[in-house]
Structure formats: structure tokens, C-alpha cells
């Protein structure tokens, strides 16, 4: 017994500690980062609340609150720990899906559409961390097209002070009613506060920006994404205007209209779904932007923010793959 | 491997190796004809007819059929009682025919129909094949019928044409598109996967 001790005193004044990498952790803790991210996003609640009032708030708290309802209930289901529902993972995808839901739809529908993002998005892959999909932009896909028509009707914001029942969008009015024939291209002023038609949380380019600075600051999210989408989708829509600027929209207003600021800055990096390293980075970017760019110009559908992220999270594995950073000293084999 | 009583024959058909869940064959047709309760009632009886009878006359001819053109007889086989139930479908129920366009024709290539005559009906005898056949088409019949309940309950409020759910129910289009059967299917799998994993566990304690 006495042995015992001195070998183990004797081995501390030696100790020489042995551990894996990593040696040098950060501070941020997974709740750390969601909070985080919560917090950027209140500049968009408000501006939701400002021009859409009391819908906006209700779906917002529906949505948030079934998301993390049916994460309790999936963490059940598989016999987890309860404690990761506090982590705001589910609060996050709650509130991202409700910022990108027209401001009229049932709020029983926002419900379901949380409720898939958590349990078919997220859950089913294996939880935080193992989801292909941006799970947020599952429960949206899954009502666009459980939905249809709910979910494409638009009302004006409150601020508009128009008396009607439904309201184009920006990009609808561009593709539908062939606005810039008539000269009523929503003009680059609204589109920035965002007094125009749309999901509650897109309309104001001004407020998510707020956001997102806060965001790139704290190193949260890459700039590198919202760069690399920002950059591929101006050059893309240069070159159609600069072409045709009788039928193409300018850059700077397919930059502010729709979902492509929350798309770039708040989905697009979602850092499970977004790849590891900076090849692979720049290259989920302009991806996200070119098939933006594409569907804008050529699809049948007004918008493709959505779509064009969930491809491009598809190849996410498949450029963490191949898109490995060479180790130091390491040498390929030749072919 | 010890030789399998009747009843076990019949029963691994609709649960332990079942065509859809177990063995994921002939999906194609289950996801593509699914979106109603009577298509897929049509599509199972579809099935269930041309597997019972070439299992019957594959078991029946298995040992007068060389070896090597053995596939190519099981097909003729198949594609006769194919032809019968796509000619009957379509002289008594023209609609119904029309509305499950190319698939009763495809059952010719489906992989559930000629896997049994390959693996089972031309290696058995004629009782014990008609049995496993009775099984195979039940378990693609259930599984079929069970993803046409819930198809066109979420998707159209209604089980075969009367409505059940009331207005306050937005009907769910997505379940009656391709991705919704994707979904469902899946979903099918993995809660058949969850039920024979507990019940082997409990097999296991015991």
C-alpha cells in the first residue's frame, strides 16, 4: 500500500502529460454558439413585427415552440439525455423556418413544418452534428410542397398601407408580371428596409446585415460562404443584365430581394452542413449562388434559395472528401 | 438449417423476410402506385396472382427445365400471367388500369416474382411453393395497402374515395407526389427495423 503511493507521488513529480489533439480549445460551447446566433437574429424579429405585427410574432413562437416540443419528443424516442434541447439547436431551426414562412400561413402549418425539420431534418440522421440537410430548409421544402398554395400567397406589410388580399413578392412581380416592361421593379430603397411583400424574416436586407456583421465579427460564421454566394450570383446576374438589361433585373436587386441575404449569412453556414475546409468552401458557395442565379433567371419558381442550398449541402460529404488539406510531410501516391 | 414447418413458410413472407421491408425489392412499383388505397389494393391482387401461379408452374416444371435456359423460361412464365392480369385490369376496370399506367405491365421485370421462382419455386416442391408465394405476395400486399392508407389520408383527407378527415384537415399534397412516398416508405422500414430489433432483444433474454 505504501509503495503504491510513493510510485504514484513519484510518477507526478515526472509527470510528463500525454493527450490526443486537439491541445488548444476554444471557448465556444455549442450553446454558446446557438445563443448566439438567436441573438443575431432579433434585428429580424423586430423588423417581422414592425411590418407584418402580430402574425409574424405568432407563427414565430409556433414555429419555435413545436420545433422544440418534437425535439423532446424525438430525444424520448431514442432514449437521450433531455438536456440538448436547451442547447438552442432546435430553437434556432424553429425560428429560421418561421423568419422563411409567408406572414398569412395557418399557424398550424408552421407547426408541422417545425416539426419535420426536427424529426425528418435533424432526428432521423442522429441528431446535432450528423444532419445532411439544413434542417430548417427541410421543414420549408416539406411545406412547399405539402402546402403549395398556402405557401405562395403573399400579403402586403402593414407599412404598405394597401388594401389588398394577396401581394406580389419582388422577385414574383419580376418573373410573373414582367415588371421591368412596366417599370414597376420594387425599387433598391424598399428592398434594403424591406418594406416590401415576402416571408416575414427576409424582407428587411438591413436588418438581417446587422445580424450577420455581429456574427462574421464573433468568428461564428465564415464569410467566406456568404462572400463566395454574393460574389458567383453578381457575376452571374451581371452578365444577363449587362446583356439584356431590358429583361434581366440588376445585381444589386437580385442581392436584396427574397431569401438570398438570410440564405447566405444564416443557412448557407450552418456549420454541420457546411464544408470543413476553404477549397471545399469557396466551392459550396459559388455553387449556392450559380443555381440561384439559374433558377432566378430560367426556373419556373420566382425564388431558388431554398433549393439551391439544399443541393449544394448534398455535396458537402463528397467535397470534405476530396478537398482534404495535404498533412505535413504527407505525399499522395502517384497514379 | 433445419427445415421450416408450413406455417413458418407462410408467415416469414409477411414479416421476418419481407419482400418490401426485409428485402427492398419490387419498390418501384410500391412507390410509384401507393397514392391511393384502390390502387394499391389493385396493385397487390396484381401481384399476388402472378406470383401463387408462377411459383405453381415453376415448382411444377423444375425438374424438366435445363439449367441454363432456366431464366429465360421463368420469364415466359411470368410475363403469361402478367399479360392475364394486365388484360383483365383493363377490359373490367378501364380506369383503374389507366390510372396505374405502365406499372401491372412491369410486374413482368419485378425483382419480388422472379427472386421466388429463382431462390425458391424452382428448388421446392409445388405445396410448399405455393405456400412461400402466399406469404411473399401478402407481405407486398400489406405493405402496399398500408402506404395507400396513409397516402391518401394525409394527402387527400380521404380512404378510398370517402372522406374521414374533416375540412379542418389541409390535406398534406406532398404525400401524394413521389417524395411523399419516399418518406413514408422509409419511415416504414425503420419502424419494422425498431419492432425486430426489440423483439429479438426480448428473444435474446429469454
Not at chain 1, 148 to 175: Q, R, S
Not at chain 1, 257 to 284: E, Q
Request: proline share 6%; net charge positive.
Amino acid at each position: 500500500m505504501k509503495d503504491d503511493l510513493k510510485d504514484k507521488a513519484k510518477s507526478r513529480e515526472l509527470s510528463l502529460i500525454i493527450e490526443s489533439s486537439p491541445h488548444i480549445r476554444d471557448k465556444d460551447t455549442t450553446p454558446k454558439i446557438m445563443y448566439r446566433v438567436i441573438i443575431s437574429l432579433m434585428p429580424a424579429v423586430a423588423t417581422s413585427f414592425y411590418f407584418f405585427r402580430w402574425r409574424a410574432i405568432l407563427l414565430i413562437l409556433i414555429s419555435t415552440a413545436s420545433a422544440m416540443i418534437t425535439e423532446v419528443l424525438c430525444l424520448m424516442a431514442r432514449r437521450r439525455t433531455l438536456k440538448t434541447v436547451l442547447d438552442g439547436s432546435a430553437a434556432i431551426t424553429g425560428l429560421l423556418l418561421a423568419l422563411t414562412l409567408p406572414p398569412s400561413l395557418p399557424p398550424a402549418m408552421a407547426a408541422i413544418g417545425a416539426s419535420v425539420a426536427i424529426s425528418l431534418g435533424k432526428q432521423v440522421y442522429g441528431g446535432l452534428g450528423h444532419n445532411i440537410f439544413n434542417p430548417a430548409l427541410v421543414g420549408r421544402a416539406f411545406l412547399q410542397a405539402a402546402f403549395p398554395v398556402a405557401m405562395t400567397t403573399w400579403i402586403p406589410p402593414v407599412t404598405l398601407k394597401v388594401d389588398v388580399a394577396t401581394y406580389a413578392t419582388p422577385l414574383g412581380n419580376l418573373k410573373f408580371q414582367n415588371a421591368i416592361a412596366l417599370g414597376t421593379l420594387t425599387p433598391l430603397k424598399d428592398l434594403f428596409w424591406g418594406n416590401v411583400g415576402g416571408c416575414i424574416g427576409e424582407t428587411s436586407a438591413a436588418a438581417l446585415l446587422i445580424g450577420a456583421i455581429y456574427l462574421i465579427l464573433k468568428k461564428t460564421i465564415d464569410w467566406r460562404i456568404p462572400a463566395g454566394i454574393i460574389l458567383s450570383l453578381s457575376a452571374f446576374t451581371t452578365v444577363f443584365w449587362l446583356i439584356n438589361p431590358d429583361r434581366y433585373a440588376p445585381p444589386l436587386f437580385h442581392l436584396f430581394a427574397g431569401g438570398l441575404i438570410i440564405g447566405a449569412f444564416f443557412m448557407a453556414t450552418d456549420m454541420v452542413t457546411s464544408p470543413i475546409t476553404r477549397a471545399g468552401i469557396w466551392l459550396y458557395a459559388c455553387g449556392i449562388g450559380l443555381i440561384i442565379g439559374v433558377i432566378r433567371l430560367f426556373g419556373g419558381l420566382p425564388e431558388g434559395v431554398m433549393y439551391s442550398i439544399l443541393l449544394m449541402n448534398t455535396f458537402v460529404p463528397l467535397f470534405n472528401h476530396y478537398l482534404r488539406p495535404r498533412i505535413l510531410g504527407e505525399r499522395r501516391p502517384k497514379k | 438449417m433445419a427445415e421450416k414447418t408450413r406455417k413458418q413458410e407462410f408467415f416469414k413472407g409477411l414479416w421476418g423476410e419481407n419482400p418490401i421491408t426485409r428485402q427492398l425489392l419490387g419498390l418501384c412499383s410500391v412507390l410509384a402506385v401507393s397514392n391511393a388505397v384502390i390502387n394499391g389494393l389493385a396493385m397487390g391482387l396484381a401481384v399476388t396472382f402472378v406470383l401463387i401461379f408462377s411459383s405453381l408452374i415453376v415448382s411444377l416444371i423444375r425438374k424438366i427445365v435445363p439449367n441454363q435456359v432456366r431464366i429465360a423460361s421463368f420469364i415466359v412464365i411470368i410475363a403469361t400471367f402478367v399479360t392475364i392480369a394486365d388484360r383483365t385490369l383493363a377490359a373490367y376496370f378501364p380506369h383503374l388500369s389507366k390510372a396505374m399506367g405502365p406499372y401491372v405491365p412491369l410486374i413482368v421485370v419485378n425483382c419480388i416474382i422472379l427472386g421466388r421462382a429463382e431462390a425458391f419455386a424452382s428448388k421446392n416442391k409445388v405445396s410448399r411453393s405455393v405456400i412461400d408465394a402466399l406469404g411473399m405476395s401478402g407481405g407486398y400486399f400489406l405493405t402496399i395497402l398500408l402506404m395507400g392508407l396513409i397516402r391518401e389520408l394525409l394527402g387527400n383527407r380521404t380512404i378510398l374515395g370517402y372522406p374521414i378527415l374533416g375540412k379542418w384537415f389541409s390535406p398534406w399534397v406532398v404525400m401524394l407526389l413521389p417524395p411523399g412516398a419516399f418518406i413514408m416508405l422509409g419511415l416504414i422500414i425503420a419502424i419494422s427495423n425498431v419492432i425486430d430489433f426489440k423483439i429479438k432483444e426480448r428473444q435474446k433474454r429469454v
